[in-house]
C-alpha cells in the first residue's frame, strides 16, 4: 500500500472539504441545524451523520472508480444522471423546509426534523452531486488502484480528510442561536419557520438553476 498516495489524498480531503465541499454544504446543512436542533452535541453529532452519508458514497464510488475505472466517470458526467441527482437534492431541501417551516413532523421516516435519518440522506445526496474536484479525486483513486477494495481505501481517506472541516464548528455554533438568543417559544416558532423558507427557497434555486 503506498502511504505517501493515502497521505496525499487524505491532505486533498482536508482541503476539499474546507474549500468546494464547504461553500456547497454550509447552505444545505446550516439552516436545518439553526432550525432544528437544541445543543451543541446535537449540532456536533447532526454533523457527523450528515458526514457518514457522505462518506458511504465516497467509499461506494471509490470502490466502483477503482473496479471500473475511466468508464465510471464518463456516466457520472452524463447531463440526465447529473441533473437527476441534483432534482433529488432540490426536492428533498424544500420537503424539509416545508416541514420545518409549517412547524410539523414529517409523516415520512426520512422527513423527520428530529431523525438522524435526514442528516444521513443529505449527506449521501450531497456526496453524490457531481463536482469537478470531487471527480478529480475519483478519477486520481482509478489510476492508483488495481481492486475496488484499493479504490475504497483510498476513498475512505479522502472522505475522512473531508471531515475534518469547518463544517463541524459551525454545526456546533450554529445551535447556540435559538437556544440562548432566542429566549421565547414563539420566537424560536418563527425562526425555525425561516430557516425552513430558506431551506424551500434554496431548493427552488437549485431546480431552476438545473433547467
Known amino acids: 500500500m503506498d502511504i505517501n498516495g493515502l497521505a496525499t489524498i487524505f491532505l486533498q480531503g ?45 467509499i461506494s464510488m471509490g470502490a466502483l472508480f477503482g473496479y471500473f475505472g475511466y468508464w465510471l466517470y464518463k456516466l457520472l458526467v452524463d447531463p440526465r444522471l447529473v441533473s437527476g441527482i441534483w432534482i433529488a437534492i432540490s426536492v428533498y431541501l424544500i420537503v424539509l423546509g416545508a416541514t420545518m417551516a409549517l412547524g410539523r413532523e414529517g409523516g415520512i421516516k426520512f422527513c423527520r426534523l ?23 479525486v475519483m478519477t486520481e483513486i482509478a489510476l492508483f488502484s488495481k481492486s475496488a477494495a484499493v479504490g475504497a481505501l483510498y476513498a475512505l481517506v479522502f472522505g475522512l480528510g473531508t471531515v475534518i472541516s469547518p463544517l463541524v464548528v459551525l454545526g456546533a455554533l450554529i445551535p447556540f442561536i435559538p ?9 424560536r416558532y418563527w425562526f425555525s419557520a425561516i430557516c ?10 437549485l431546480l431552476i438553476k438545473m433547467r
Open 14 to 58: 482536508i482541503a476539499i472539504g474546507s474549500g468546494p465541499c464547504l461553500m456547497f454544504c454550509a447552505p444545505i446543512v446550516l439552516p436545518f441545524l439553526a432550525g432544528t436542533q437544541r445543543s451543541m452535541a446535537e449540532g456536533i453529532w447532526a454533523v457527523i451523520e450528515f458526514s457518514i452519508g457522505r462518506l458511504a458514497v465516497y
Open 114 to 136: 428530529h431523525s438522524g435519518e435526514n442528516m444521513i440522506t443529505l449527506g449521501v445526496l450531497a456526496g453524490l452531486s457531481p463536482c469537478f474536484p470531487l471527480l478529480a
Open 179 to 187: 437556544s440562548y438568543l432566542l429566549r421565547s417559544e414563539r420566537t
Open 196 to 205: 425552513g423558507i430558506v431551506m424551500v427557497l434554496s431548493g427552488l434555486y
